[in-house]
């Protein structure tokens, strides 16, 4: 990537911080969708001065630090809390942690904080039946995730992916 002047560099910074607060306060889940968003309200139509997710990461993660106050370190370490009792369920299959809740940004609505590798039957006999979904590597192997929501209040919250059949 090449360098960009200071000027558009502090307008990128902008976009990104617009950007995190449009996903922050509108509940917007999608990158693209906020710095969409963020650009029409800037009146930017130059897409190289768009920002990258990472930058809006940040952003969001400084936007929650000033305005999330003690709530926002409650609600992380709650979600944080649910997703070690999950991994600690699962250790056996090496999970990882991932998501909002390591990037300490708080998930208003329910995300995966946790994954790990784990065969069919043991994911029957423990997770609750949640919604299904199929992913695919990059080298194509497809995967079948079991999802359950993180929230504090819900208890141990968990996030597994087994390889499917076929």
Request: some cysteine; hydrophobic content about 40%.
């Amino acid at each position: 990537m090449k360098k960009l002047p200071p000027r558009a560099e502090n307008l990128r910074r902008a976009l990104a911080q617009e950007a995190a607060r449009i996903m922050s306060e509108h509940g917007i889940r999608d990158f693209l969708t906020a710095k969409r968003k963020a650009a029409e309200r800037f009146g930017v139509t130059d897409g190289s001065v768009l920002p990258k997710n990472r930058e809006i990461e940040d952003a969001l993660a400084e936007y929650h630090r000033l305005f999330g106050g003690t709530k926002h370190g409650e609600t992380l370490a709650g979600q944080r809390n649910a997703a070690l009792s999950a991994m600690q369920m699962l250790a056996d299959f090496e999970p990882r942690l991932v998501g909002s809740v390591l990037a300490a940004r708080r998930a208003d609505a329910p995300t995966p904080a946790c994954e790990a590798a784990v065969p069919e039957a043991v994911v029957a006999e423990t997770v609750a039946p949640g919604p299904q979904s199929i992913r695919t590597s990059p080298r194509g192997v497809s995967n079948t995730a079991a999802t359950t929501p993180v929230s504090p209040s819900a208890g141990v919250s968990q996030s597994t992916s087994m390889p499917s059949k076929g």
